[in-house]
């Protein structure tokens, strides 16, 4: 087979790690991969590494496309780099504003003035210069049309749902139209329906002439897939066809390990809480940009140590929901609404309502600042700032170790958490939200990224808190099996509509 690329015993550095030694893998015309493997075995570090992002200090890596390409064009390289003709897809996306620049932050999709320094989607696919030499087998209507972007081509990159964001980063990866396409957990954050048609999605993209190369779960390979690439350790333990390929050592059940005393010390702080008639309560709640209507007419009581899942599809509205909830959208104040016996605009803060309230959710995730250390970002949550602006506390941050620990994670304490694997920094920003005992949980897609072991594991601490107190919790996701045991109510939207 035609090699397109080939990485002979290379050593990979990031920073002072050392993230593999003597690497090898070949990349063939025709064929597709899964790369698949435990948190922090190197899955999203291989594809960085294709995608040219780390240091090789040791053997090397040949883009035998990228000489083809100039054997072809005619060119001497001097103008052109392999880079353009590869595609990455990573977790997190990188839009700039209309200024140039990333300075998004968090709450301005929910403020309709700020958010007018956002591109539309349509804007940003036009921005997308398509990779020298090729023939464009993608254009923006053709995309469009795969991704399903047609609803959402004047709305801001900024009022995206997690989903919707996926799905356009796809789109825009296709209309550099790349020899290769790197994905990294691209069904994360997909709806259910989304991710059946994902099938269907690649089938076209490879179908187009594309070589995919994926991080995924096991459980999730495409049929276009030809190849699993199992990785442990920051190593390639095996690769194997895909027809060979049992996903079932890779779900295997979890002992229930969870250190019960520890928890129920962790938890002794929320013993004397306040009583409230309702957590949440609202009334004919209407939310509308524009002439685009997010939530009509929603009424929903959340009573103190109720358990509940929120679900729908992707733009169904969820995240709105909660930012009405969580102090984030002014949107509150023209709504009937109360939080915790107070009805919003008659004087409560918004640190009075984040005080009560653990959060975390994919667009926290994407907009957290990286700069601190592991422990510094989950001491924050004392404060609900994003990130530690203060002199640290003995006392709190030896609390936030201990959460460390409940999640497993204990190993970064000191490492920034921009160093860390995603969903490391999903754990941490989970403990975050679990430090001050909060009254309310929130955990929108809390699982994102996270291996079977942390998933089951997380689902279990859950469980075992809402055992031990008597904490409200609202549960965001889009996979059946991730909803804990304790959750017993649910909550349906549908374009804005509660089912």
Same mark, same amino acid.
């Given at each position: 087979?035609?090699? #397109?690329?080939?990485?002979?015993?290379?050593?990979?550095?990031?920073?002072?790690? *050392?993230?593999?030694?003597?690497?090898?893998?070949?990349?063939?015309?025709?064929?597709?991969?899964?790369?698949?493997?435990?948190?922090?075995?190197?899955?999203?570090?291989?594809?960085?590494?294709?995608?040219?992002?780390?240091?090789?200090?040791?053997?090397?890596?040949?883009?035998?496309?990228?000489?083809?390409?100039?054997?072809?064009?005619? /060119?001497?390289?001097?103008?052109?780099?392999? /880079?353009?003709?590869? &595609?990455?897809?990573?977790?997190?996306?990188?839009?700039?504003?209309?200024?140039?620049?990333?300075?998004?932050?968090?709450?301005?999709?929910?403020?309709?003035?700020?958010?007018?320094?956002?591109?539309?989607?349509?804007?940003?696919?036009?921005? %997308?210069?398509?990779?020298?030499?090729?023939?464009?087998?993608?254009?923006?209507?053709?995309?469009?049309?795969?991704?399903?972007?047609?609803?959402?081509?004047?709305?801001?990159?900024?009022?995206?749902?997690?989903?919707?964001?996926?799905?356009?980063?796809?789109? &825009?990866? #296709?209309?550099?139209?790349?020899?290769?396409?790197?994905?990294?957990?691209?069904?994360?954050? #997909?709806?259910?329906?989304?991710?059946?048609?994902?099938?269907?999605?690649?089938?076209?993209?490879?179908?187009?002439?594309?070589?995919?190369?994926? &991080? *995924?779960?096991?459980?999730?390979?495409?049929?276009?897939?030809?190849?699993?690439?199992?990785?442990?350790?920051?190593?390639?333990?095996?690769?194997?066809?895909?027809?060979?390929?049992?996903?079932?050592?890779? &779900?295997?059940?979890?002992?229930?390990?969870?250190?019960?005393?520890?928890?129920?010390? #962790?938890?002794?702080?929320?013993?004397?809480?306040?009583?409230?008639?309702?957590?949440?309560?609202?009334?004919?709640?209407?939310?509308?940009?524009?002439?685009?209507?997010?939530?009509?007419?929603?009424?929903?009581?959340?009573?103190?140590?109720?358990?509940?899942?929120?679900?729908?599809?992707?733009?169904?509205?969820?995240?709105?929901?909660?930012?009405?909830?969580?102090?984030?959208?002014?949107?509150?104040?023209?709504?009937? %609404?109360?939080?915790?016996?107070?009805?919003?605009?008659?004087?409560?803060? %918004?640190?009075?309502?984040?005080?009560?309230?653990?959060?975390?959710?994919?667009?926290?995730?994407?907009?957290?600042?990286?700069?601190?250390?592991?422990?510094?970002?989950?001491?924050?949550?004392?404060?609900?700032?994003?990130?530690?602006?203060?002199?640290?506390?003995?006392?709190?941050?030896?609390?936030?170790?201990?959460?460390?620990?409940?999640?497993?994670?204990?190993?970064?304490?000191?490492?920034?958490?921009?160093?860390?694997?995603?969903?490391?920094?999903?754990?941490?920003?989970?403990?975050?939200?679990?430090?001050?005992?909060?009254?309310?949980?929130?955990?929108?897609?809390?699982?994102?990224?996270?291996?079977? /072991?942390?998933?089951?594991?997380?689902?279990?601490?859950?469980?075992?808190?809402?055992?031990?107190?008597?904490?409200?919790?609202?549960?965001?996701? /889009?996979?059946?099996?991730?909803?804990?045991?304790?959750?017993?109510?649910?909550?349906?939207?549908?374009?804005?509509?509660?089912?």
């Amino acid at each position: 087979m035609q090699p #397109l690329l080939s990485i002979n015993h290379a050593t990979v550095r990031f920073l002072n790690n *050392t993230l593999f030694s003597s690497l090898n893998f070949i990349v063939c015309k025709g064929q597709h991969y899964a790369l698949v493997g435990e948190s922090g075995s190197g899955k999203s570090a291989l594809l960085q590494t294709i995608a040219g992002r780390f240091n090789i200090t040791g053997g090397n890596i040949d883009y035998h496309f990228f000489n083809e390409f100039l054997e072809r064009s005619g /060119h001497d390289g001097t103008h052109h780099t392999y /880079h353009q003709l590869i &595609a990455l897809v990573e977790t997190k996306h990188h839009f700039k504003n209309l200024s140039n620049t990333t300075d998004f932050y968090y709450q301005q999709r929910y403020n309709s003035s700020d958010s007018e320094d956002a591109l539309t989607v349509e804007e940003y696919l036009q921005t %997308i210069a398509p990779a020298p030499g090729n023939k464009p087998r993608w254009d923006t209507e053709k995309a469009i049309a795969l991704l399903k972007l047609g609803d959402l081509r004047s709305k801001q990159l900024i009022k995206l749902s997690n989903g919707e964001t996926k799905r356009l980063m796809l789109a &825009a990866a #296709l209309l550099k139209n790349p020899v290769l396409l790197l994905l990294d957990n691209p069904l994360v954050g #997909l709806d259910v329906q989304t991710r059946t048609e994902f099938d269907s999605i690649l089938d076209e993209i490879t179908a187009s002439g594309i070589t995919v190369i994926m &991080a *995924t779960s096991p459980d999730e390979i495409p049929s276009a897939i030809t190849q699993v690439v199992m990785l442990r350790s920051g190593s390639i333990s095996q690769i194997i066809l895909k027809e060979h390929f049992n996903p079932m050592p890779f &779900a295997l059940k979890t002992k229930d390990n969870i250190d019960n005393e520890e928890l129920k010390a #962790l938890l002794s702080g929320a013993a004397n809480k306040a009583m409230y008639q309702f957590i949440i309560n609202m009334n004919n709640v209407h939310v509308q940009y524009g002439d685009k209507v997010i939530l009509d007419q929603i009424n929903w009581q959340v009573l103190p140590g109720e358990r509940w899942a929120l679900l729908g599809p992707n733009g169904a509205g969820k995240s709105t929901l909660l930012s009405l909830i969580n102090g984030d959208n002014p949107q509150a104040y023209a709504n009937d %609404i109360v939080l915790f016996d107070k009805k919003r605009g008659t004087g409560e803060s %918004i640190w009075d309502i984040k005080s009560k309230i653990g959060f975390v959710s994919p667009e926290l995730h994407q907009y957290f600042p990286t700069d601190n250390s592991c422990l510094q970002v989950i001491e924050s949550g004392y404060y609900d700032t994003l990130g530690l602006f203060r002199p640290s506390i003995k006392s709190r941050a030896e609390t936030a170790l201990r959460w460390m620990k409940a999640l497993e994670i204990e190993k970064y304490a000191r490492v920034l958490l921009k160093n860390i694997p995603a969903s490391a920094q999903r754990l941490c920003l989970l403990a975050r939200a679990l430090i001050k005992n909060p009254d309310l949980l929130i955990f929108d897609e809390p699982c994102q990224g996270l291996d079977a /072991h942390q998933q089951q594991h997380f689902k279990m601490l859950v469980d075992t808190i809402c055992r031990f107190g008597n904490v409200t919790l609202i549960y965001v996701t /889009h996979y059946q099996q991730e909803i804990p045991e304790s959750v017993t109510k649910v909550l349906r939207l549908e374009k804005g509509k509660q089912y």
